[in-house]
Protein backbone atom coordinates (compact mmCIF):
# COMPACT_ATOMS: atom_id res chain seq x y z
CA UNK A 1 0.00 0.00 0.00
CA UNK A 2 2.85 2.22 0.83
CA UNK A 3 4.14 1.74 -2.96
CA UNK A 4 1.01 2.75 -4.39
CA UNK A 5 0.57 5.89 -2.04
CA UNK A 6 4.19 6.46 -3.71
CA UNK A 7 3.00 5.90 -7.35
CA UNK A 8 0.65 8.46 -6.53
CA UNK A 9 2.68 11.13 -5.24
CA UNK A 10 4.88 10.85 -7.83
CA UNK A 11 2.59 11.45 -10.46
CA UNK A 12 0.55 14.34 -8.83
CA UNK A 13 4.04 15.82 -8.55
CA UNK A 14 5.53 14.58 -11.70
CA UNK A 15 8.82 12.45 -10.42
CA UNK A 16 8.75 15.45 -7.03
CA UNK A 17 9.91 18.33 -9.74
CA UNK A 18 6.53 20.28 -9.66
CA UNK A 19 4.92 21.55 -6.56
CA UNK A 20 1.07 20.50 -6.08
CA UNK A 21 -1.88 21.53 -4.64
CA UNK A 22 -1.48 20.78 -0.70
CA UNK A 23 -5.48 19.50 -0.06
CA UNK A 24 -5.69 17.90 -4.02
CA UNK A 25 -2.58 15.66 -3.23
CA UNK A 26 -3.74 14.61 0.47
CA UNK A 27 -6.91 13.38 -1.28
CA UNK A 28 -5.42 11.46 -4.18
CA UNK A 29 -3.13 10.18 -1.68
CA UNK A 30 -5.32 9.30 1.02
CA UNK A 31 -7.70 7.08 -1.60
CA UNK A 32 -5.81 3.72 -0.72
CA UNK A 33 -5.93 4.41 3.14
CA UNK A 34 -9.55 5.36 3.17
CA UNK A 35 -9.91 2.00 1.25
CA UNK A 36 -9.68 0.17 4.65
CA UNK A 37 -10.55 3.37 6.96
CA UNK A 38 -7.23 4.61 7.89
CA UNK A 39 -5.94 8.04 8.24
CA UNK A 40 -2.88 9.54 9.95
CA UNK A 41 -3.77 13.12 11.43
CA UNK A 42 -3.91 15.86 8.84
CA UNK A 43 -4.67 19.47 8.54
CA UNK A 44 -7.54 21.10 8.21
CA UNK A 45 -6.40 23.32 5.38
CA UNK A 46 -9.44 25.60 4.57
CA UNK A 47 -7.80 29.20 2.30
CA UNK A 48 -3.79 29.26 2.38
CA UNK A 49 -2.19 26.98 4.24
CA UNK A 50 0.04 27.57 7.00
CA UNK A 51 3.83 26.38 7.89
CA UNK A 52 2.32 24.34 10.67
CA UNK A 53 -0.59 22.65 8.47
CA UNK A 54 2.29 21.93 5.69
CA UNK A 55 4.25 20.27 8.08
CA UNK A 56 1.58 17.87 8.98
CA UNK A 57 0.60 17.52 5.48
CA UNK A 58 4.40 16.20 4.78
CA UNK A 59 3.71 13.98 8.10
CA UNK A 60 0.76 12.52 6.74
CA UNK A 61 2.17 12.20 3.36
CA UNK A 62 5.43 10.46 4.82
CA UNK A 63 3.13 8.10 7.36
CA UNK A 64 1.78 6.98 4.00
CA UNK A 65 4.19 5.46 2.17
CA UNK A 66 5.50 3.57 5.49
CA UNK A 67 5.22 -0.18 5.02
CA UNK A 68 5.23 -0.23 9.25
CA UNK A 69 2.40 2.22 9.47
CA UNK A 70 0.67 0.34 7.45
CA UNK A 71 1.48 -3.21 9.36
CA UNK A 72 0.63 -1.14 12.44
CA UNK A 73 -2.71 -0.13 11.47
CA UNK A 74 -3.91 -3.35 9.78
CA UNK A 75 -2.32 -5.39 13.08
CA UNK A 76 -5.00 -2.40 15.32
CA UNK A 77 -7.84 -2.32 13.01
CA UNK A 78 -7.43 -7.01 12.98
CA UNK A 79 -7.05 -6.67 17.11
CA UNK A 80 -10.59 -4.56 16.98
CA UNK A 81 -12.39 -6.79 14.59
CA UNK A 82 -11.61 -9.76 16.67
CA UNK A 83 -12.45 -8.26 20.08
CA UNK A 84 -15.86 -7.15 17.87
CA UNK A 85 -16.46 -10.42 17.13
CA UNK A 86 -15.78 -12.09 20.58
CA UNK A 87 -18.07 -9.17 22.07
CA UNK A 88 -21.34 -9.91 19.77
CA UNK A 89 -21.20 -13.67 20.73
CA UNK A 90 -20.97 -12.74 24.11
CA UNK A 91 -17.53 -13.32 25.37
CA UNK A 92 -17.56 -10.20 26.63
CA UNK A 93 -19.94 -9.05 29.13
CA UNK A 94 -20.66 -9.38 33.24
CA UNK A 95 -19.78 -12.89 34.17
CA UNK A 96 -18.02 -14.23 31.67
CA UNK A 97 -15.41 -11.43 30.85
CA UNK A 98 -16.18 -7.86 31.67
CA UNK A 99 -14.56 -4.67 29.37
CA UNK A 100 -12.30 -7.02 27.34
CA UNK A 101 -12.32 -10.87 26.20
CA UNK A 102 -9.71 -12.74 28.05
CA UNK A 103 -7.75 -13.48 24.61
CA UNK A 104 -7.11 -9.25 24.71
CA UNK A 105 -6.32 -9.54 28.06
CA UNK A 106 -3.63 -12.48 27.91
CA UNK A 107 -2.29 -10.47 24.99
CA UNK A 108 -2.37 -6.83 26.65
CA UNK A 109 -0.17 -8.79 29.50
CA UNK A 110 2.39 -10.46 27.33
CA UNK A 111 2.95 -7.12 26.02
CA UNK A 112 3.22 -5.80 29.52
CA UNK A 113 5.83 -8.45 30.10
CA UNK A 114 7.58 -8.55 27.61
CA UNK A 115 7.76 -4.17 27.71
CA UNK A 116 9.16 -5.03 31.31
CA UNK A 117 12.00 -7.08 30.20
CA UNK A 118 13.24 -4.80 27.16
CA UNK A 119 13.49 -2.29 29.72
CA UNK A 120 15.19 -3.70 32.17
CA UNK A 121 18.44 -4.77 30.08
CA UNK A 122 18.17 -0.80 28.82
CA UNK A 123 20.29 2.21 29.84
CA UNK A 124 18.99 6.38 29.37
CA UNK A 125 22.56 7.86 29.06
CA UNK A 126 23.34 11.68 29.52
CA UNK A 127 26.96 12.07 27.67
CA UNK A 128 27.49 15.65 28.52
CA UNK A 129 26.40 14.95 32.43
CA UNK A 130 28.29 11.20 31.94
CA UNK A 131 25.00 10.03 33.40
CA UNK A 132 23.70 6.76 33.33
CA UNK A 133 19.98 5.47 34.25
CA UNK A 134 18.11 2.58 34.21
CA UNK A 135 15.61 2.87 31.79
CA UNK A 136 12.86 1.27 34.03
CA UNK A 137 14.01 3.55 36.55
CA UNK A 138 13.13 6.59 34.18
CA UNK A 139 9.46 4.71 33.29
CA UNK A 140 8.78 4.32 37.12
CA UNK A 141 9.57 8.11 37.18
CA UNK A 142 7.73 9.60 34.60
CA UNK A 143 4.00 9.53 34.40
CA UNK A 144 3.91 6.11 32.84
CA UNK A 145 3.94 4.95 36.21
CA UNK A 146 0.03 4.59 37.00
CA UNK A 147 0.15 6.43 40.77
CA UNK A 148 2.35 8.98 39.26
CA UNK A 149 -0.06 9.32 37.01
CA UNK A 150 -3.28 8.93 38.72
CA UNK A 151 -1.55 11.56 41.34
CA UNK A 152 -0.74 13.99 38.52
CA UNK A 153 -4.71 14.66 37.38
CA UNK A 154 -5.83 14.41 40.51
CA UNK A 155 -3.26 17.63 41.41
CA UNK A 156 -4.40 19.36 38.06
CA UNK A 157 -7.88 18.59 39.25
CA UNK A 158 -7.36 20.27 42.93
CA UNK A 159 -6.14 23.30 40.35
CA UNK A 160 -8.99 23.77 38.28
CA UNK A 161 -11.32 23.41 41.58
CA UNK A 162 -9.56 26.30 43.43
CA UNK A 163 -9.19 28.28 39.87
CA UNK A 164 -13.32 27.76 39.96
CA UNK A 165 -13.62 28.92 43.84
CA UNK A 166 -11.49 31.76 42.91
CA UNK A 167 -13.77 33.34 40.14
CA UNK A 168 -17.23 32.47 42.07
CA UNK A 169 -17.50 29.40 39.29
CA UNK A 170 -19.82 26.36 40.76
CA UNK A 171 -19.42 22.67 39.47
CA UNK A 172 -21.54 19.89 38.35
CA UNK A 173 -21.05 16.33 37.86
CA UNK A 174 -22.53 14.51 34.50
CA UNK A 175 -23.29 10.99 33.80
CA UNK A 176 -24.05 10.43 29.99
CA UNK A 177 -24.77 6.99 28.62
CA UNK A 178 -25.10 6.03 24.81
CA UNK A 179 -29.01 5.10 23.32
CA UNK A 180 -29.79 1.51 23.59
CA UNK A 181 -28.60 0.59 20.19
CA UNK A 182 -25.27 0.75 20.79
CA UNK A 183 -25.22 -1.64 23.84
CA UNK A 184 -24.48 -5.36 23.24
CA UNK A 185 -25.58 -6.70 26.27
CA UNK A 186 -28.09 -5.91 29.14
CA UNK A 187 -27.45 -6.53 32.92
CA UNK A 188 -30.61 -7.90 34.64
CA UNK A 189 -29.15 -9.10 37.73
CA UNK A 190 -25.86 -9.04 39.49
CA UNK A 191 -25.41 -12.47 37.85
CA UNK A 192 -27.71 -12.12 34.40
CA UNK A 193 -27.00 -10.65 31.54
CA UNK A 194 -29.40 -11.14 28.43
CA UNK A 195 -28.61 -10.26 24.43
CA UNK A 196 -29.83 -6.50 23.64
CA UNK A 197 -32.46 -6.87 20.96
CA UNK A 198 -32.06 -3.05 19.74
CA UNK A 199 -28.38 -3.67 19.57
CA UNK A 200 -27.17 -2.65 16.01
CA UNK A 201 -23.94 -3.77 15.95
CA UNK A 202 -21.83 -0.99 16.85
CA UNK A 203 -18.10 -1.03 17.90
CA UNK A 204 -16.86 0.82 21.01
CA UNK A 205 -14.80 2.95 19.04
CA UNK A 206 -18.17 3.76 17.01
CA UNK A 207 -20.08 4.41 20.03
CA UNK A 208 -17.40 7.10 21.48
CA UNK A 209 -17.32 8.23 18.25
CA UNK A 210 -21.29 9.64 18.85
CA UNK A 211 -20.23 10.88 21.91
CA UNK A 212 -17.94 13.00 20.56
CA UNK A 213 -19.88 14.40 17.69
CA UNK A 214 -22.76 14.96 20.34
CA UNK A 215 -19.78 16.65 22.96
CA UNK A 216 -18.82 19.27 19.29
CA UNK A 217 -22.60 20.42 19.40
CA UNK A 218 -22.68 21.11 22.94
CA UNK A 219 -19.28 22.94 22.70
CA UNK A 220 -20.91 25.26 19.23
CA UNK A 221 -24.19 25.89 20.99
CA UNK A 222 -22.81 26.85 24.68
CA UNK A 223 -20.03 29.16 22.32
CA UNK A 224 -23.11 31.04 20.48
CA UNK A 225 -24.69 31.87 24.37
CA UNK A 226 -21.27 32.89 25.53
CA UNK A 227 -21.08 30.28 28.19
CA UNK A 228 -17.85 29.58 29.39
CA UNK A 229 -17.22 26.06 31.11
CA UNK A 230 -13.98 24.23 31.75
CA UNK A 231 -13.71 20.19 33.94
CA UNK A 232 -12.76 17.04 33.35
CA UNK A 233 -13.92 14.31 30.99
CA UNK A 234 -13.25 10.08 32.14
CA UNK A 235 -14.24 8.03 29.55
CA UNK A 236 -15.11 4.42 31.31
CA UNK A 237 -16.61 1.09 29.86
CA UNK A 238 -19.63 -0.53 30.61
CA UNK A 239 -19.13 -4.12 31.64
CA UNK A 240 -20.04 -4.79 27.26
CA UNK A 241 -17.60 -2.29 26.83
CA UNK A 242 -19.57 -0.13 25.62
CA UNK A 243 -18.09 3.69 26.77
CA UNK A 244 -19.88 6.16 28.78
CA UNK A 245 -18.79 9.56 29.82
CA UNK A 246 -18.53 11.13 33.58
CA UNK A 247 -17.64 14.98 32.93
CA UNK A 248 -16.98 17.41 35.97
CA UNK A 249 -17.27 20.95 34.72
CA UNK A 250 -17.35 24.85 36.42
CA UNK A 251 -19.37 26.95 35.16
CA UNK A 252 -20.43 30.27 36.47
CA UNK A 253 -23.14 30.45 38.88
CA UNK A 254 -25.78 32.23 36.22
CA UNK A 255 -25.05 29.78 33.35
CA UNK A 256 -25.64 26.67 35.70
CA UNK A 257 -29.15 25.64 34.41
CA UNK A 258 -28.03 26.65 30.77
CA UNK A 259 -25.08 24.41 30.67
CA UNK A 260 -27.39 21.25 32.45
CA UNK A 261 -29.95 22.02 29.73
CA UNK A 262 -28.07 22.09 26.43
CA UNK A 263 -25.92 18.84 27.49
CA UNK A 264 -29.40 16.93 28.13
CA UNK A 265 -30.51 18.68 24.97
CA UNK A 266 -27.91 16.76 22.66
CA UNK A 267 -27.52 13.48 25.17
CA UNK A 268 -31.35 12.77 24.97
CA UNK A 269 -31.36 13.93 20.70
CA UNK A 270 -31.16 10.67 19.62
CA UNK A 271 -33.99 7.53 20.29
CA UNK A 272 -35.58 9.87 22.34
CA UNK A 273 -38.73 7.64 22.70
CA UNK A 274 -37.11 4.87 24.26
CA UNK A 275 -36.73 6.59 27.49
CA UNK A 276 -40.31 6.46 27.62
CA UNK A 277 -41.91 7.58 31.32
CA UNK A 278 -38.38 6.56 32.67
CA UNK A 279 -37.52 10.19 31.90
CA UNK A 280 -34.02 11.29 30.70
CA UNK A 281 -31.87 10.32 33.68
CA UNK A 282 -31.89 7.02 32.34
CA UNK A 283 -29.48 8.15 29.84
CA UNK A 284 -28.14 11.65 31.38
CA UNK A 285 -28.01 12.34 34.94
CA UNK A 286 -26.42 15.46 36.97
CA UNK A 287 -25.50 16.13 40.50
CA UNK A 288 -24.37 19.79 41.68
CA UNK A 289 -21.23 19.83 43.56
CA UNK A 290 -22.07 20.77 47.50
CA UNK A 291 -18.84 21.73 49.25
CA UNK A 292 -20.63 21.09 52.33
CA UNK A 293 -20.58 16.95 51.71
CA UNK A 294 -17.16 16.90 50.02
CA UNK A 295 -15.40 18.73 47.52
CA UNK A 296 -15.63 18.32 43.60
CA UNK A 297 -12.29 16.61 43.36
CA UNK A 298 -13.57 13.88 45.76
CA UNK A 299 -16.51 13.52 43.04
CA UNK A 300 -14.10 11.93 40.36
CA UNK A 301 -11.48 10.64 42.43
CA UNK A 302 -13.31 7.17 42.19
CA UNK A 303 -13.26 7.28 38.23
CA UNK A 304 -9.87 8.48 37.84
CA UNK A 305 -8.63 6.16 40.26
CA UNK A 306 -10.81 3.20 38.67
CA UNK A 307 -9.47 3.57 35.43
CA UNK A 308 -6.04 3.65 36.49
CA UNK A 309 -4.52 1.69 39.36
CA UNK A 310 -7.42 1.12 41.76
CA UNK A 311 -6.72 2.89 44.10
CA UNK A 312 -8.76 2.79 47.31
CA UNK A 313 -11.67 1.22 45.49
CA UNK A 314 -12.72 -2.05 46.40
CA UNK A 315 -15.71 -3.56 44.24
CA UNK A 316 -16.14 -2.95 40.76
CA UNK A 317 -20.01 -2.54 40.64
CA UNK A 318 -20.13 -2.23 36.88
CA UNK A 319 -18.38 -5.99 36.29
CA UNK A 320 -19.84 -6.95 39.82
CA UNK A 321 -16.12 -8.23 41.01
CA UNK A 322 -13.08 -6.83 42.73
CA UNK A 323 -11.54 -3.56 41.25
CA UNK A 324 -7.81 -5.28 42.05
CA UNK A 325 -9.07 -7.42 39.17
CA UNK A 326 -10.84 -5.50 36.84
CA UNK A 327 -8.65 -2.45 36.83
Known amino acids: MGRSVTTIITEQTNAFTTPGNVKKLIKEAMWPAQQWQFSPVLPCIRKRPTDRQLDMAASA ?33 RGVSPYVSRQALQAHREKKKAAALWLKDMWAVNPELKLEVPLADAVASSVANP ?24 GEFYTWTAPS ?3 AWKALTTNKVVRN ?9 QTQSYFCRQWAKVRS ?58 GYRARFDWKTIDPDKGSATGYIAKYVAKNIDGFRIDQDDEANTAASDTV
Open 197 to 205: PKYDGSTPN
Open 181 to 183: RFH
Open 221 to 278: RLKRLGVGVFGFRVTEPHHDATPHWHLLLFVELKHLRLLRSTIRRYAIEESRQELGRA
Open 147 to 170: ELRRLELMVRMRGFEDIAKKNSFV
Open 61 to 93: LVRLQDANWWEKQITKSWQRYCEHLALMVGKVC
